[in-house]
């Protein structure tokens, strides 16, 4: 039986000769597939789809970059389809291996801090800054989409039961509850407008409002405010989820709250919250961990 030094050495001649690597690249794939075997400690005909899954969850835990864990996927990938090719062993464990999954990127939201006061900024004084200031706090208000906000009609707002009905995503409608402040935006806002619409945001001409007219009032706002965020509709919603969580929100009411089909798609809202957590924990813990 050949030792995995040998076979680690046929690979390397295949990569070189075959695949025509360089030999930084063959240095990279020798590189990963010994330490592969420091911690398996078996021989390559030996090993099992088990030991490599195991492996992986190890470099998980050590908190690899999943770049470096998908390189050392593909290296395991490839060393053990040219054993197989060569006959060198009867089954290959590494055959149903696939990428790890891309760390879904936590989506940008502001503090409470920082939403409370670029809200309490905003001016009321003309019927623009009206209507701009109450874009704001209806987005954050009810964390609804800016395809939902620009697609609102008056009909839909039901100021006895202060709520809006709202046509979502797969036109499924939830209801929203609004505040006594929102009431008195949208009840001052309706008196100064001198345009008639079902619509509930109209341009200075008295057109409907896009999604890119709603980006660009907010891009506009957060300019003169001078803050150093870049600042979507987008992540008004995500802040609007963020915060409900952190004073304890259920995840369940949140999903609905937000129109989401799966609460798979809302528990991004946790990791952002445990981030915090983990920061706050770092920075006032005695024995925090502060590199």
Excluded: C, W
């Amino acid at each position: 039986m050949k030792s995995n030094e040998s076979l680690i050495s046929d690979f390397q001649n295949y990569l070189e000769i075959e695949r025509n690597y360089s030999n930084n690249t063959i240095e990279s794939y020798t590189s990963d597939l010994n330490e592969f075997f420091d911690y398996v400690d078996k021989n390559s005909k030996n090993i099992t789809e088990n030991n490599i899954r195991k492996y992986i969850e190890y470099l998980f835990d050590i908190d690899r970059k999943r770049t470096t864990i998908n390189r050392k996927i593909s290296t395991i990938r490839s060393y053990f389809n040219f054993l197989k090719r060569d006959d060198y062993i009867d089954t290959n464990p590494a055959k149903d291996l696939i990428s790890a999954k891309a760390r879904r990127k936590l989506p940008d939201f502001l503090t409470m801090d920082e939403m409370n006061n670029l809200l309490n900024s905003m001016k009321e004084d003309d019927i623009l800054d009206l209507r701009n200031k109450l874009i704001f706090e209806l987005l954050y208000a009810t964390g609804m989409r800016v395809s939902e906000l620009v697609n609102l009609k008056k009909k839909k707002i039901d100021f006895s039961n202060n709520n809006i009905r709202i046509i979502g995503k797969g036109n499924k409608e939830r209801i929203l509850p609004i505040t006594s402040n929102l009431k008195r935006l949208f009840e001052k806002y309706f008196r100064k407008r001198k345009y008639e619409s079902e619509y509930v945001f109209l341009s200075n001409n008295g057109n409907n409002l896009y999604a890119r007219d709603i980006r660009r009032i907010i891009k506009k706002v957060i300019k003169n405010m001078s803050m150093l965020k870049d600042i979507t509709p987008h992540t008004i919603r995500h802040s609007f989820a963020s915060h409900l969580l952190e004073n304890g929100a259920d995840l369940r009411m949140v999903q609905k709250l937000l129109g989401h089909s799966s609460v798979s798609t809302t528990q991004i809202y946790t990791h952002i919250s445990m981030e915090k957590m983990k920061k706050y924990h770092k920075k006032y813990h005695p024995r925090g961990d502060r590199r």
